[in-house]
């Protein structure tokens, strides 16, 4: 048990469809990362949040925009759904940029 | 561009033997690895890491060798059990803000 947790655990959403993920933070953590899991690959990096200012983002296109808030916790917005959005997206925090993150337990998106 | 390659699929190892978990990595700016491990309907869980002014971390059962020169991480785990039956993911950073995983290692344990 990290005390990173997720929701929803599951969704499935229509392409062109809009969806928010939400990750709360371990206490002490004031830093969020992002990943999409597709089947079979590892965890990809979409963006970073450090005290609620973006702090570094992968090759994902805008549509994939984030939030964090006053108490670490954080959004994952994604926009316009495409088929290969389906995926498992996980949230891992750290504090500051300490090298080790924790993993939630991801959200299985899965857009039809 | 892959940054970190797991070119082990999939690993079987007998119950008390030696599992060896490899990983390359493209770039020697890279400072910190890790490797996690993760369950089916869970989230990667770290297991052990090593910065890069060493060449060796160990945890129990768990060691990590790092050699810089081939740009190469192993993860050795001894002995094994069956409950380490689980998927194991190297990645690096140097930064802390940006994380690269490999693809992963499928490790049965066969009692």
């Known amino acids: 048990e990290t005390g990173v947790t997720q929701s929803p655990t599951h969704l499935i959403k229509t392409r062109g469809q809009q969806v928010t993920l939400r990750c709360s933070s371990q206490s002490g953590h004031n830093t969020v990362s992002w990943y999409q899991q597709a089947l079979g690959q590892g965890p990809q990096f979409i963006f970073q949040?450090?005290?609620?200012?973006?702090?570094g983002r992968g090759n994902f296109p805008p549509r994939f925009s984030g939030l964090q808030f006053p108490n670490y916790s954080s959004e994952l917005n994604v926009n316009a759904l495409e088929l290969d959005d389906s995926a498992l997206y996980l949230c891992a925090t750290q504090r500051g940029a300490e090298e080790t993150q924790y993993f939630g337990p991801g959200t299985r998106l899965l857009v039809l | 561009d892959q940054q970190v390659k797991q070119n082990s699929p999939s690993l079987s190892v007998q119950e008390g033997r030696i599992s060896i978990l490899n990983c390359d990595y493209t770039n020697s700016m890279f400072d910190y690895f890790l490797w996690y491990k993760k369950y089916p309907a869970e989230g990667p869980t770290f297991l052990i890491s090593?910065?890069?002014?060493?060449d060796k971390n160990e945890d129990g059962r768990f060691t990590v060798f790092l050699n810089k020169s081939a740009k190469h991480l192993s993860l050795h785990i001894v002995p094994s059990q069956p409950g380490d039956s689980a998927v194991y993911f190297c990645a690096v950073t140097n930064t802390g803000n940006q994380f690269y995983f490999g693809t992963g290692t499928s490790l049965t344990v066969i009692p």
């Open positions: 949040y450090y005290r609620e200012e973006e702090n």
């Open positions: 090593i910065s890069s002014i060493k």
